[in-house]
């Protein structure tokens, strides 16, 4: 599973590892395979999709990759020991950019079967950024399947002190790294992963590099994700579907029906919008109910063949 990966470099010389499988041609999709691209959620990299990944690569060529600082991706340089905030626009940025190496060039989208963008949690947010940008661009973007995504109608996301806390969040994820205790926090969100699996996805979390990345992206996020509420994203008639959790994290029931109750906005209001219960999971949908995320991407691949 994911064993096999290669770098992407961006214009500025950082490199992005990507784990690339299924049919393709010289780095190029073959015709009519769908094209699917996984986005991870805040705090996780690209191995975090692997009960996902297999489960597509046979009939899809399946993209996922490490943003900057996890895994084997560059950190993005800083002038100083405090991460600067990392927002939706750099994240959007370096995914188009890995989109647009897989089809080599914008022309070459023409070529290939459906595209379709996946992401979770907070990467369900940067793929619809993504996916407006394509838009905007008149690039190809056949479908959105949104796992448990973040959603800015939750109004738990900017209760008094959210802000606080993620900020203290931020703060603590370096020393959390340096102490060894970054990992062992990692993997205990990852109990359904096998245990090979669950070891290399938490320590591409668990690095220095990684804590700092993931302090700043939570920096930015609250931000980015009010911003949504006055200026959303145009998807136009994209086919969207949400794939939301129905369990409780932890117990906390009120901020589960919340994230229910925006999910069901968020699909409504889409043009071509569908909302699909994952029955076994919470928050980890991707571990969980690995089968129906990918039953749901398939079909949303095949269906827009048909269209």
Not at 90 to 111: E, F, M, P, S
């Amino acid at each position: 599973m994911l064993q096999s990966s290669r770098f992407v470099t961006l214009d500025a010389g950082r490199r992005l590892r990507v784990f690339d499988a299924g049919p393709y041609h010289s780095g190029r999709s073959s015709g009519g395979s769908p094209l699917v691209v996984l986005e991870s959620g805040l705090g996780a990299g690209g191995r975090s999709w692997a009960s996902v990944f297999h489960r597509l690569a046979p009939g899809a060529r399946v993209l996922a990759y490490d943003r900057a600082g996890y895994g084997a991706s560059d950190p993005v340089p800083s002038s100083s020991r405090a991460a600067t905030p990392r927002g939706l626009e750099q994240l959007r940025d370096d995914l188009l950019a890995v989109i647009r190496d897989a089809v080599l060039g914008d022309d070459a989208a023409t070529g290939t079967g459906p595209i379709i963008l996946v992401g979770h949690s907070w990467g369900g947010v940067i793929v619809r950024a993504v996916a407006a940008a394509r838009i905007a661009a008149g690039e190809r973007v056949d479908g959105l399947v949104l796992v448990d995504p973040s959603d800015e109608h939750a109004e738990f996301y900017f209760a008094a002190g959210a802000r606080r806390i993620d900020l203290l969040q931020a703060r603590l994820m370096a020393p959390l790294a340096r102490a060894g205790l970054l990992r062992p926090l990692v993997a205990g969100s990852l109990l359904r992963l096998p245990r090979k699996l669950r070891r290399e996805t938490a320590a591409d979390s668990a690095t220095l590099a990684a804590a700092r990345a993931i302090s700043a992206e939570t920096s930015a996020f609250l931000g980015d994700l009010k911003a949504l509420r006055t200026s959303p994203l145009e998807l136009g008639n994209v086919p969207v579907r949400i794939v939301s959790g129905i369990r409780a994290d932890y117990g906390v029931a009120s901020i589960r029906a919340q994230l229910r109750e925006a999910h069901r906005r968020s699909a409504a209001a889409f043009l071509d919008g569908e909302l699909i219960d994952a029955p076994a999971s919470a928050h980890g949908v991707p571990f969980t109910d690995a089968q129906l995320v990918a039953d749901t991407i398939m079909r949303l691949a095949r269906a827009s063949r048909e269209r």
